[in-house]
Nanobody, 121 residues
Framework: QVQLAESGGGLVQAGGSLRLSCEAT????????MGWFRQAPGKEREFVAA????????GYADSVKGRFTISRDNAKNAVYLQMNSLKPEDKGLYYC??????????????WGQGTHVTVSS
């Protein structure tokens, strides 16, 4: 059974930065593709970024390209989301998700509880 735990959310002013972390309790992290999603109040959950099992491939939503960077540390069973130049529209509940896959999947099997990000204007 996989458990995912996000941390690092908080309140930041527009233009500021936050770094989200997600730690996985998992038997084999090295072949586990990870993603970040977010859900703003009253909106559907949306894809933010993903990284494949060895970090060789990443993908981003157009809305965060050039501002957010996803990375992973397989030795720590962790994935990170560095968020720079934050905008009020980046506000939401950020989830990490995972799936055993060698490529970036379109659906994920495991989800964390989320961490809140609030961006003040």
């Amino acid at each position: 059974q996989v458990q995912l735990a996000e941390s690092g959310g908080g309140l930041v002013q527009a233009g500021g930065s936050l770094r989200l972390s997600c730690e996985a309790t998992i038997r084999t992290f090295a072949t586990y593709t990870m993603g970040w999603f977010r859900q703003a109040p009253g909106k559907e959950r949306e894809f933010v970024a993903a990284i494949n099992w060895n970090g060789g491939r990443t993908g981003y939503a157009d809305s965060v390209k050039g501002r957010f960077t996803i990375s992973r540390d397989n030795a720590k069973n962790a994935v990170y989301l560095q968020m720079n130049s934050l905008k009020p529209e980046d506000k939401g509940l950020y989830y990490c998700a995972g799936k055993y896959s060698l490529t970036i999947p379109t659906t994920y099997d495991d989800w964390g509880q989320g961490t809140h990000v609030t961006v003040s204007s």
